[in-house]
């Protein structure tokens, strides 16, 4: 037979601690982790960021994220490692630009259209780099696959 229980009788259960979440760790910031949930730093990659660079050749070619650019650079930058003006006309041709401040030849990589202007810069360094190789006399360097 079940026993049921009156209002004016106690209940025969004993009763049950609730837990308590646990105390917020110490921190110099006063932040517990509750609040530094989603605000993880992560280490930035630099910018620009350098895909190929032909020491020999003296070309180097770097994508920038923040300014949107693909950008060539010519040795360091100085009056005398201008490249030759066949190599010029191919920038221009590319619509690459020059951008005096960071002494670089630059072009935009938009939304739309960021993968091919990617594919596209390779391409461009690989021909450049070929030239200025032949133009100096330097052995033509090994093709990458495909």
């Not at 280490?43 to 650019?69: N, T």
């Not at 010029?88 to 020059?98: C, M, P, Q, T």
Request: overall charge negative; proline content about 11%; glycine content about 4%.
């Amino acid at each position: 037979m079940s026993r049921k229980r009156t209002p004016d009788q106690e209940s025969p259960e004993t009763t049950t601690a609730i837990a308590q979440p646990p105390a917020a760790e110490a921190r110099p910031d006063g932040q517990s982790f509750a609040d530094r949930v989603g605000q993880k730093k992560r280490p930035s990659a630099p910018d620009p960021f350098g895909i190929a660079v032909d020491k020999v050749a003296g070309v180097r070619l770097f994508e920038s994220k923040e300014d949107r650019q693909m950008a060539i650079k010519f040795g360091e930058g100085r009056p005398e490692d201008k490249p030759s003006q066949a190599v010029i006309d191919l920038l221009k041709e590319a619509e690459y630009r020059w951008n005096p401040v960071e002494r670089v030849w630059t072009h935009p990589v938009k939304p739309d259209s960021a993968m091919s202007t990617r594919i596209e810069a390779e391409w461009l360094y690989q021909e450049i780099r070929q030239l200025i190789r032949q133009e100096k006399g330097i052995e033509p360097a090994p093709e990458l696959p495909s």
